[in-house]
């Protein structure tokens, strides 16, 4: 079983900047993407960022977020960054590591990661 760990989640300041990490217990297979999901209480999870892992460097990212964040990945560390940048209020949320097949999205995400918490204040 994978387990993904994410940090880096906190208290931030809006228009300020966040760097989350996520590491993989394992290698996943070459096909799988890994991104960034985040869900506020009542809500659905929203897809943030995802990319792909190996082959290349495709990269979707979600229109909330669009011109402000950059995914990035680590194959030798197993690991997934998400790079946020003007950060709004709305942006606080608990911020969930995933990977499954390309492309990823909600229903198709193998593995969760327990999620960290983003509070961005005004």
């Known amino acids: 079983q994978v387990q993904l760990i994410e940090s880096g989640g906190g208290l931030l300041q809006a228009g300020g900047s966040l760097r989350l990490s996520c590491v993989a217990s394992?290698?996943?297979?070459?096909?799988?993407?890994m991104g960034w999901f985040r869900q506020t209480p009542g809500k659905e999870r929203e897809h943030v960022a995802v990319?792909?892992?190996?082959?290349?460097?495709?990269?979707y990212y979600g229109d909330s977020v669009k011109g402000r964040a950059t995914i990035s990945r680590d194959n030798a560390k197993n690991a997934v960054y998400l790079q946020m940048n003007n950060l709004e209020p709305e942006d606080t949320a608990v911020y969930y590591c995933?990977?499954?097949?390309?492309?990823?999205?909600?229903?198709?995400?193998?593995?969760w990661g327990q999620g960290t918490q983003v509070t961005v204040s005004s």
């Open positions: 990319i792909n892992w190996s082959g290349g460097s495709r990269t």
């Open positions: 995933a990977a499954g097949p390309w492309p990823l999205s909600r229903v198709t995400v193998n593995w």
């Open positions: 394992e290698r996943t297979f070459r096909s799988y993407a």
